[in-house]
């Protein structure tokens, strides 16, 4: 399976959303908590998960949502497991670089 990846840069900052192709366009509830894939937010290009790698280098910021993503940016070392918030299951972490 592939993801969706979507490149944003504005003011100096580089914003990289990405999730799990299967999870575009779907909402998740638990409690009061709301986790919503807008596919005009996440939907850019489907891509391979090896890419991520790359454009996480180069981000200053990214929103990630799904395991495959989320397990990424973990295994590279972007996001801490601990931080990892889940909504009915699914997994969504946010990374932000500090230059």
């Known amino acids: 399976m592939k993801i969706y990846i979507k490149v944003y840069r504005v003011q100096g900052e580089v914003l990289v959303a ?30 391979e998960i090896d890419v991520l790698e790359e454009l996480l280098e180069d981000a200053t910021i990214a929103n990630l949502t799904g395991e495959r993503c989320v397990k990424k940016a973990i295994d590279l070392g972007y996001v801490d497991p601990e931080r ?8 969504h972490a946010q990374m932000a670089k500090l230059l």
């Open 18 to 47: 990405a999730c799990d192709e299967e999870l575009l366009g779907k909402t998740f509830r638990e409690g009061e908590l709301k986790l919503e894939v807008k596919e005009r937010f996440y939907k850019g290009e489907l891509k």
């Open 84 to 91: 990892v918030l889940r909504v009915q299951g699914i997994p």
